[in-house]
C-alpha cells in the first residue's frame, strides 16, 4: 500500500499550501473542540470550501476533535457542529475523548475515527481495544520505537499514523496537566502556555544536578526522521504524520515538499535512498531548537534528544540564520502561497451554425457535458477555432486548467463571447459538482442521545480510599482505622521479587481488614508485563482491583478477562457522562473524576460507581525522559529529585527506573478540605487521598484532618491556625478549564 503524507493546517491558506506542496492528506481543526485553539482555524464556511478544496485536488482532509469535551459542549454542540461537514463529506475524525468516541459511533456511524496521539496509545493491547471500539486508526503516541510501532501493527492490522517531523512535548500526549494547573490553559482542550519551554534547575537533596548553562531541561528539540523514512515505513506505519498546525503556512508547505521529494524517492528506489546535505539544512532553516533528534524511534530518553542550552545562546543562533531563514520563506510564499494549483482536464468543443453549443469536459474517470445557446449564422466575421480556444481557456481562478482543448466548429457560425463564458462556467462548475457527488453524505436520523444520569444519588455515604508509592507511606495508612482500602503503586516493590513482595504486602492489608489493589504503571508500555501474565492472574484470584492509569493497562485487563477489577483513574478520562457510561458498559468497577472539572460540572456529572480524589500533589508530567539522565546523572536507582521554576517554586519529580518514566508532581498539594459537606452528597461511591511523596507524619497528619472533616467528627479542624495547615491549592475545584 502505497504511503500517506499528512500535513498539518492552521488556517484554510496553510490547507492550500501543503496541498500545492505535495500533501495526501492534511489535518485540520475548526471553530471548536481542536486541541490547537490558537490557531487560525477555519470557520463553518471556510471550512466547507476547504473540504471541497481538498477533495477536487484528490487530496484527504482529517477534523480534529482531539480535545476533551464537557456535558454541555458533547450533548449541546457536538452534533450540530460537526453535521455541516459530515454532509460536506470529510474523510474522518481525530478524536481523544471516548465520549466524543462513542457519540461518533452512535450518531455519524459512516464517519472514519482516528484515535488521537493524545490518547497515549502506547501499546497493541490498548490498540486493540479501540478497534473493538470502531477506531480505523492509532496516532501513536511519539514516545514509541519503531519496534513497538511494528508489534501494534503486527498485531491489530490497524492503519498507523506516527509523527515523522516537529515538535515533540516532553509529557505523553493527553497526560500533561502542567500548563493546565499552573494558568488554568488546558492541553487537553487545546490551550497548551508551553511552561515545558522555560528554565528550571534539578535538585537531588540539596545538591544541584543541572548545569546554569542547560537549564531548559523539559525542552526537547525538534524531531527530523527524513533519514530514516525507509525504517519507518517498515515497520508498518502508514500515514507520515508532520507537526505544525501553530506554524506559517511557509513552514509547513516547505517541510511537506521535503518529505514528499524523499517518499516519493523512496516508492521508486528504495535501494538508492538518500538524502542530500542541502535539503536537511533547508529543514534546519525552516524551524529548529538547537538541532534535531530522531523521535524516540532509536533512542527511549537522553540528553542528547533535549534543546538544553541557555536561551541567550539559541536565541545568538536564530539571529544570525534570521536573514537566511527569511530569503527561503519568502521563496516557498511565492511557490506555496502566491500560486494556484489547478487540476488538468480535457474538453471538447463543438461549435456548428444554427445547432447549440456543446462542450464536453473529461476528468480522470469524470465526464460532464452541457449545453449552450445556439450557434447563430455569422453575418459578417465567423469565430475561427483560434479565438474560440483562446476565449475557452480562461479559466481563471477556478481549479482548472486545460490540458488538451479540441476545437470543432465549421467555422461558419458566431456566439457571443458572454455564451463562451457561460458555457464554460457551466461546465466546469458541473465537472466540480460531479468530482464532489462521491464525497457527499446524507445526514443519518438523529438519536435521542440524552444523557443516562442516574435518577438518584448513589453512594450517599462514600467509602475512603488512600494511594500510596513508597512501603514507608503504607505503614501510615495501616495504622487509620477508617480506610476501606489500599492503592499500593506496583513501583514500591522491588523489580527482582515484585510478585513476592507485592503479595506479602497484599495479605498484610488484608490481615488489617482493608481491601488491596494494585496500582499500575502511569504509563505502560508494550510488552511490559507480558510476560507476568500468570503472577497478575494469580493477583487478581485475590486482591480486590487495580488502578488502571491509561488505555495499555485497560487492554491489558480486557485481554486477560479482568476488566470488572480494574479502577480507571483519572487519566482514563471520563470527562462526559457518555465516556463514563462507555467506561462502565465495559464492566469496570470504578470511574475516577477528571482533575480538570470544576465543582459545578462535577455537581452535574454522573457520579454514580465514582472516586473522587480530595488530597494530592497532582501528577502534572508523565515523561519517558529522565531528569537524571539529561542532568548526567543516571544511576538506574528510581529516586525523588525536584525541579526549581523561575518563581522559586519546587516541583518533586519521581525517577520509575522500573518501568522507566518520570512523574513531575505538583508544587502545591490540592486539598478539598473545606469543601467536604459539598462532595459528601455528590453521589460518590469513594473519595481517595493520593500520597506520593509525603513522609509517614505528614500522611498521619493528613489523614486525620481529612478524615476528621469528612467524617465531620474532627471540631478542630476549624480552629487550627493557618502554621498548622499546610498550604492547599483548590487545583480546578473552583475555575475549572476554559
Known amino acids: 500500500m502505497k504511503a500517506e503524507l499528512l500535513a498539518p493546517a492552521g488556517s484554510y491558506e496553510g490547507l492550500q499550501a501543503v496541498v500545492k506542496a505535495g500533501a495526501d492528506a492534511v489535518y485540520i481543526g475548526g471553530s471548536m473542540f481542536g486541541a490547537r485553539a490558537y490557531a487560525n482555524n477555519p470557520q463553518q464556511d471556510e471550512m466547507l470550501e476547504a473540504i471541497d478544496y481538498a477533495h477536487i485536488h ?48 452512535k450518531e455519524f456511524p459512516n464517519f472514519p475515527i482516528h484515535a488521537s496521539t493524545q490518547m497515549a496509545v502506547t501499546g497493541a493491547r490498548g490498540a486493540a481495544l479501540l478497534k473493538e471500539a470502531g477506531v480505523s486508526r ?121 518529505y514528499r521529494k524523499y517518499l516519493d524517492l523512496y516508492e521508486k528506489n528504495p535501494k538508492n ?8 539544512q533547508i529543514l534546519l532553516d525552516l524551524y529548529q531548537r538547537d538541532g534535531f533528534n530522531q523521535g524516540y524511534y532509536h533512542s527511549h530518553n537522553g540528553k542528547e534528544m533535549m534543546a538544553v542550552v541557555n536561551q541567550k545562546e539559541q536565541n545568538k543562533k536564530q539571529k544570525i540564520a534570521g536573514k537566511r531563514n527569511e530569503l527561503l520563506f519568502e521563496q516557498l510564499k511565492k511557490e506555496y502561497l502566491d500560486t494556484k494549483k489547478q487540476e488538468k482536464i480535457n474538453g471538447n468543443f463543438i461549435l456548428f451554425a444554427n445547432s447549440p453549443a456543446i462542450l464536453d469536459l473529461d476528468f480522470q474517470d469524470i465526464h460532464v457535458q452541457v449545453m449552450g445557446d445556439t450557434v447563430e449564422e455569422a453575418k459578417k466575421q465567423p469565430l475561427s477555432a483560434d479565438r474560440v480556444e483562446k476565449q475557452m481557456r480562461k479559466t481563471g481562478q477556478t481549479p482548472f486548467v486545460f490540458d488538451t482543448l479540441e476545437i470543432m466548429t465549421d467555422e461558419a457560425g458566431f456566439l457571443p463571447m458572454q455564451s463562451i463564458n457561460e458555457l464554460r462556467r457551466k461546465g ?40 500510596v508509592e513508597t512501603k514507608e507511606q503504607l505503614e501510615a495508612v495501616l495504622e487509620e482505622k477508617d480506610i476501606q482500602g489500599v492503592y499500593c503503586h506496583i513501583s514500591m516493590f522491588d523489580k527482582k521479587q515484585r510478585w513476592k513482595e507485592a503479595f506479602e504486602t497484599m495479605y498484610q492489608v488484608h490481615k488489617q481488614g482493608k481491601e488491596f489493589y494494585l496500582a499500575l504503571p502511569y504509563m505502560l508500555r508494550d510488552g511490559q508485563l507480558a510476560d507476568e501474565e500468570q503472577e497478575f492472574l494469580k493477583m487478581a484470584e485475590q486482591c480486590e ?51 480538570e472539572l470544576n465543582g459545578k460540572e462535577i455537581h452535574a456529572r454522573d457520579n454514580e460507581n465514582s472516586e473522587m480524589v480530595i488530597y494530592g500533589h497532582y501528577p502534572m508530567m508523565i515523561s519517558a525522559q ?16 525536584k ?89 480546578h475545584f473552583k475555575r475549572g478549564v476554559e
Open 58 to 105: 484528490g487530496k484527504q482532509i482529517y477534523l480534529t476533535v482531539n480535545t476533551l469535551l464537557k456535558n454541555k459542549e458533547l450533548y449541546g454542540q457536538l452534533y450540530d457542529f460537526l453535521a455541516p461537514y459530515y454532509q460536506q463529506g470529510i474523510d474522518a475524525v481525530i478524536v481523544q475523548d471516548l465520549g466524543v468516541l462513542s457519540f461518533l459511533k
Open 138 to 258: 492509532i496516532v501513536t503516541a511519539r514516545e514509541l520505537s519503531l519496534k513497538e510501532i511494528h508489534e501494534i501493527y503486527k498485531e491489530t492490522g490497524m492503519e498507523i499514523e506516527s509523527f515523522v517531523h516537529g515538535a515533540l512535548c516532553y509529557c505523553y500526549s493527553g497526560m500533561c496537566l502542567f500548563s493546565s494547573m499552573l494558568g488554568g490553559r488546558s492541553g487537553n482542550r487545546g490551550r497548551c502556555a508551553q511552561p515545558c519551554r522555560l528554565p528550571y534547575t534539578a535538585y537531588k537533596g540539596r545538591e544541584q544536578i543541572s548545569q546554569e548553562e542547560q537549564a531548559y531541561l523539559l525542552s526537547p528539540k525538534d524531531m527530523c526522521t527524513v533519514d530514516i523514512l525507509p525504517e519507518i515505513l517498515q515497520a508498518g506505519v502508514y500515514s507520515l504524520k508532520i507537526e505544525g498546525r501553530m506554524k506559517r503556512p511557509e513552514y509547513a508547505a516547505g517541510v511537506t515538499s521535503i
Open 273 to 280: 535512498y538518500g538524502v542530500t546535505s542541502e535539503d536537511r
Open 428 to 467: 466546469l462548475e458541473e465537472l466540480e459538482k460531479e468530482i464532489l457527488k462521491k464525497y457527499r453524505r446524507a445526514l443519518p436520523e438523529r438519536t435521542e442521545n440524552s444523557r443516562e444520569k442516574s435518577c438518584e444519588a448513589f453512594g450517599k455515604n462514600p467509602v475512603f480510599y488512600v494511594s
Open 545 to 595: 482491583g487495580f488502578l488502571v492509569r491509561n488505555l495499555e493497562e485497560l487492554g491489558y485487563l480486557s485481554k486477560l478477562g479482568l476488566l470488572q477489577k480494574a479502577v480507571t483513574d483519572y487519566s482514563v478520562y471520563a470527562f462526559n457522562d457518555n465516556a463514563k457510561n462507555t467506561l462502565d458498559k465495559l464492566g469496570v468497577m470504578r470511574t475516577t473524576v477528571p482533575l
Open 626 to 641: 529522565c531528569i537524571k539522565k539529561t542532568c548526567g546523572k543516571c544511576d538506574k536507582n528510581s529516586s525523588l529529585v
Open 643 to 731: 525541579l526549581k521554576d523561575r518563581y522559586g517554586k519546587y516541583f518533586p519529580t519521581r525517577t520509575f527506573c522500573d518501568f522507566c518514566y518520570n512523574v513531575i508532581y505538583n508544587s502545591v498539594p490540592t486539598g478539598l478540605l473545606e469543601e467536604a459537606p459539598q462532595l459528601f452528597g455528590e453521589g460518590f461511591a469513594s473519595l481517595r487521598l493520593n500520597f506520593t511523596v509525603e513522609t509517614k507524619e505528614e500522611m498521619k497528619n493528613l489523614l486525620d484532618m481529612f478524615l476528621g472533616a469528612y467524617a465531620q467528627e474532627n471540631k478542630n479542624v476549624k480552629k487550627k491556625s493557618p502554621k498548622e495547615m499546610p498550604e492547599f491549592t483548590k487545583g
